[in-house]
């Protein structure tokens, strides 16, 4: 549980041990969220073949499962535990002591009109062993622009931007802990549910600017006009750019201004309109 644990400090606040465990091949590690994800764990662990690692919370927890279910959700190793209501921009993917948080967030997130599925992952291994389709239907191999994945762990961050894609967001703790009490560790870490949606909220926001700029740039490009026709007003300022200096003396013909001028602004490169003598 890392900073779970609170008063216990940094030496009891192991941030790498998840991923360490994870990386070890032919070691299956389940982090469950809560009784009923860490008896479906705990079902599958006992049928396995291999080895397996249970790790478990200290700390009191809500219930995230209160449905009967037909099959041990657990098997796929991360699951859909809450679908989005509106449309869907954001992919909360969490484990262990962080689905609540990530509950939270969906709710701070759809109260805003921003559209989040809960993905529970309490095995990383298991999920990735699933066909494509699943995988696809859990996590869509689409850019962070249309939809925002975000990871919560409290741990390190390390591996996660296999889930979340480089552009995405990992909330975790790339330090050692500290001690005081779990809530205020949480807090100073930006573990919380207040935390995560103004990041997500910021990240997303910058991307939209992004693909906003990119749509307008793409459907009113800088072209020159065609030979024979006037330059319009938003054209004519790159004629301030010309100085004697440009021309060093010498008759610059259409091409030759056009050459040097490339040279100059390679963006804005107009030919056969400009005579400088």
């Known amino acids: 549980d890392s900073i779970g644990l609170g008063e216990d400090g940094p030496t009891h606040q ?4 998840l991923q360490s465990l994870r990386a070890m091949p ?16 705990w079902a599958l662990a006992l049928a396995s073949d291999g080895p397996s690692v249970l790790a478990l919370t200290r700390p009191n927890l809500r219930p995230v499962r209160t449905r009967a279910e037909k099959h041990n ?19 909360l993917i969490a484990t262990g002591s962080e689905v609540e948080i990530a509950f939270d967030i969906a709710d701070g997130l759809e109260a805003q009109g921003v559209g989040a599925d ?42 996660w931007e296999r889930y979340t894609g480089l552009h995405g967001l990992r909330i975790g703790i790339d330090r050692f802990g500290a001690s005081a009490p779990a809530p205020d560790l949480y807090k100073h870490f930006g573990i919380t549910s207040d935390a995560v949606i103004a ?5 997303a926001g910058r991307k939209e600017e992004r693909l906003t700029a990119s749509k307008r740039s793409a459907a ?31 008759k610059l ?13 390679r963006r804005s490169i107009i030919d056969s309109h400009f005579e400088c003598r």
């Open 14 to 17: 192991p941030i790498e041990h």
């Open 26 to 41: 032919g070691l299956t590690v389940y982090r469950p969220a809560d009784a009923v994800e860490t008896a479906e764990c």
């Open 73 to 91: 959700l657990c098997a796929r190793g991360a699951y859909r535990l809450r679908c989005a209501k509106a449309e869907r921009k954001v992919i």
């Open 118 to 159: 809960v993905v529970s992952m309490p095995s990383a291994e298991r999920f990735d062993a699933q066909d494509a389709a699943y995988r696809e239907d859990i996590l869509p191999d689409v850019s962070n622009k249309q939809i925002l994945r975000v990871s919560i762990e409290a741990g390190t961050t390390h591996g």
């Open 199 to 203: 990041a997500a909220r910021k990240l």
């Open 220 to 250: 009113s490009p800088l072209m020159p006009p065609p030979i024979g026709k006037s330059i319009p007003p938003s054209h004519a300022r790159v004629s301030s750019s010309i100085s004697p200096a440009m021309t060093m003396g010498r």
């Open 253 to 265: 013909t259409p091409s030759g201004f056009s050459r040097r001028f490339a040279s100059r602004n």
